[in-house]
């Protein structure tokens, strides 16, 4: 599904190297954005956020972008141009469902997983074509993994599906719904996820330190110091006790700010994806993920070839088993009814052979009484024609 495009000046891009800068220009950048994780976490929220906080001027109101808060049961993208200073970005935004709704949340991550695969497949087959304009790009340059709140650590769903994530995209891991989260228990949370994250090697985005100016240094570190980004989503502006008019949740105790450094890292994060790092995400996308991606199809089949289809959606997987189950019970109800029918057929052969034995046996005995009448017929010196 996609939702219109909506024309925005304004965002930022012009802060781009200039070099880089100048690629990007002259061909117009595509860049695209995921989100996963379990369901609930806030991901459509995010992205009604980001879009609402990110893409202003909007030049037709009624094409304003504001997706249904329900839960999300199919991927979804949704389109918008940004563009600043003669620089385009054609940006893409893809929904995904939470997972955690199936009996078996095992495999859960497949489809994402599988998503993220065949934007590399359908990249990797244009090229194959010896003519390559106007080839459609949607491999994923960012993925966001929203992560529950619980204050403690990762869970082993969490773990399983970052790491499938991580070896084919750049993972970003997000704490989902920030403003639940006591400051220090919020620090401790993002020390133990990191922790975790090394021990079991989970591979995530981390962007170059080391800039040519010092100020992208400094700005460098700060965003790698936030790292997994904590984030509030709201799309309603609320009153602050001291007259501001914000993004935020409102509580009893006060407000949770989207747009406030102290209480999430909204701002880190939007700026990191669509300013700072955007085409750092683009380029390494391209250097390693889908090169990875390319090497290990090149190595396992001929060129050309089709891919092996190994996806199985889970959703689909407790459809079909339903079905089994449903084409196995008619299957033994047909048999049983065809088991009857034979056996009503054994018996009335049964009882047509015993007929016809017993008239066999009266022809027999009628033959026998005829050839006795003859015997008797021919002592007498009768000839009798038969
Ligand atoms: N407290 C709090 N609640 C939030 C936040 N973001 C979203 N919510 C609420 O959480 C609920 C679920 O939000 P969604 O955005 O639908 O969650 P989702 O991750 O898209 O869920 P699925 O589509 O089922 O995967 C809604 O009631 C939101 O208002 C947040 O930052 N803080
Ligand atoms: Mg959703």
Redesign the pocket.
């Known amino acids: 599904m996609e939702s219109p495009i909506v024309s925005t000046p304004g965002v930022g891009i012009a802060h781009l190297p200039n070099q880089k800068h100048k690629i990007f220009t002259k061909r117009g950048a595509h860049f695209t954005i995921m989100v996963c ?1 379990e ?8 992205i009604n956020t980001l879009f609402t906080t990110s893409i202003k001027d909007y030049k037709n109101p009624k094409k304003r972008h504001e997706k249904q ?1 329900d ?2 049961v199919e991927i979804e993208i949704t389109k918008a141009e940004l563009e600043e200073k003669m620089f385009k970005v054609n940006l893409s935004v893809i929904d995904t ?2 997972f955690g709704d199936y009996v078996n949340n095992y495999d859960s991550w497949l489809p994402v997983v599988d998503f993220i695969d065949e934007q590399h497949e359908c990249y990797m087959r244009q090229e194959q074509q010896p003519t390559r304009s106007g080839a459609t790009d949607m491999r994923v340059h960012a993925c966001l993994y ?1 992560i529950r709140p619980t204050g403690h650590s990762l869970k082993p769903l969490e773990i399983e599906t970052m790491k499938r994530l991580g070896s084919r995209v750049n993972l970003i891991p997000v704490i ?5 989260l006591a400051p220090e228990n919020l620090a401790k949370f993002k020390k133990n996820i990191m922790d975790v994250i090394e021990a079991q090697n989970i591979q995530i985005y981390k962007c170059p330190e080391e800039s040519e100016d010092e100020d992208a240094t400094t700005r460098n570190q700060t965003i790698l110091s936030a790292m997994p980004f904590s ?4 799309t309603e502006f609320v009153k602050t006790p001291d007259g501001r008019l914000v993004r935020g ?1 409102a509580y009893t105790w006060g407000i949770a700010e989207v747009e406030n450094d102290v209480h999430c890292d909204f701002k880190k994060l939007r700026n990191l994806l669509i300013r700072s790092h955007m085409l750092d995400l683009i380029s390494t996308t391209e250097e390693n993920h889908y090169e990875n991606y390319r090497q290990q199809q090149m190595a396992t089949r001929k060129f050309g070839e089709p891919k092996v289809k190994k996806y199985e959606n889970p959703k689909h997987r407790e459809k079909e088993d339903e079905l089994r189950k449903v084409f196995t019970e008619q299957v033994r109800d047909e048999e049983t009814r065809f088991r009857q029918w034979e056996q009503q057929l054994i018996t009335e052969r049964d009882r047509l052979n015993k007929d016809l034995e017993t008239q066999h046996a009266q022809i027999k005995a009628l033959e026998a009484e005829l050839e006795q009448v003859y015997h008797h017929q021919s002592s007498r010196g009768n000839t009798i024609r038969r």
């Open positions: 994780g369901s609930g976490l806030g991901k459509t929220t995010f808060l839960r999300t469902p939470g929203f989902a719904k920030a403003d639940t984030v509030i989503g709201a949740r």
